[in-house]
């Protein structure tokens, strides 16, 4: 899929949000846990057929509602091999399902390690005559503050499988300011790597006017999303931070333009863990997530409008 068919999803729901899938032992409610260690025992086996089952359930209960899902690989990567296969096959129903899938790896290396990094993603592995995908997903967050050799193996997918980079430019974090927003050569480092995005997706624009190497900018600093929208309309924004991190849909209204396109709201704990604001046990945790992401919509609505 392509930034083309994100946008085109986001058109048909009407709604700019992503769900973070991060599964762990705090958001993951407490009977699935209890139910798959009574199966496997006190394993990883055990942990890891948890957060997949909690996954799966969300999936199906969001397919309509929400367009496109970001799945956290270090939530599975802290399992080993079994929540590594767990996160494989959440990652299969995810793209049978007709979500647009983004793995969020953050990952950033060089040379030959970076193009097996995206031959893993985004092409085939041969394995003698037969050919694997091990991870299928539309895109994948990336470091670029390697600089281009990080970059460039992933650029052939953009243009040929219509895959995307979503590379951090001004993370959410508190702290990124020592270093993002330290100056440089006039310009402050967050600015000087989204001029590197700019550059790396050079005429790779789709029909919706957005490229397929996007930027990643968080909800916390409106300030920036309005100056980088204003500066990049044709690059695509993805806006972790929404809800728990304490930003708002007042203040991610900026990443827009004014038909309401050119970037995608992700939410993670306050959607799949909405139902630890209650006071149930967790049973009812998929209704609760599926109020917490129609809240959102709503929510999101009031200062956004998708055309």
């Known amino acids: 899929m392509s930034i083309d068919v994100l946008q085109e999803k986001i058109r048909k729901t009407k709604n700019p949000s992503m769900v973070g899938l991060d599964p762990s032992l705090e958001t993951v409610p407490p009977h699935l846990i209890q139910a798959a260690i009574a199966k496997n025992g006190h394993t990883l086996e055990a942990l890891a057929e948890a957060y997949e089952t909690f996954c799966a359930q969300l999936l199906r209960a969001f397919k309509g509602i929400v367009p496109a899902v970001k799945v956290q690989s270090a939530c599975f990567d802290a399992l080993g091999a079994p929540g590594v296969a767990a996160m494989q ?109 700019n550059r790396w997706g050079a005429g790779m624009h789709g029909k919706c006017g957005y490229c397929q190497v996007a930027a ?28 728990a991190q304490g930003g708002t849909a007042k203040g991610v209204a900026g990443a827009f333009d004014r038909f309401g396109h050119g970037a995608v709201v992700s939410a993670s704990r306050s959607i799949i863990a909405a139902w630890k604001k209650t006071e149930t046990d967790g049973r009812d945790y998929v209704e609760q997530a599926i109020a917490a992401a129609e809240k959102m919509k709503k929510d999101l609505a009031k200062y956004t409008t998708v055309m």
Do not use: W
Request: aromatic fraction near 10%; charge should be positive.
């Open 89 to 197: 096959r959440v990652l299969q129903q995810a793209q049978k399902l007709g979500y647009y899938v983004v793995l969020d790896s953050m990952r950033g290396d060089v040379g030959v390690i970076a193009a097996l990094c995206a031959q893993s993603l985004f092409g085939q592995v041969q394995a003698g005559e037969e050919t694997f995908q091990p991870y299928a997903c539309d895109g994948v967050t990336l470091n670029g503050y390697l600089g281009g050799d990080s970059i460039a193996p992933f650029l052939p997918y953009c243009e040929k499988g219509k895959k995307n980079l979503f590379i951090l430019v001004k993370t959410s974090n508190r702290t990124s300011t020592e270093v993002q927003d330290l100056l440089s050569g006039g310009r402050l480092v967050h600015t000087a790597m989204a001029d590197l995005v």
């Open 216 to 243: 990643v900018v968080g909800a916390t600093y409106p300030n920036i999303l309005k100056t980088l929208r204003s500066k990049y309309p044709g690059m695509f924004f993805l806006v972790p931070g929404y809800g």
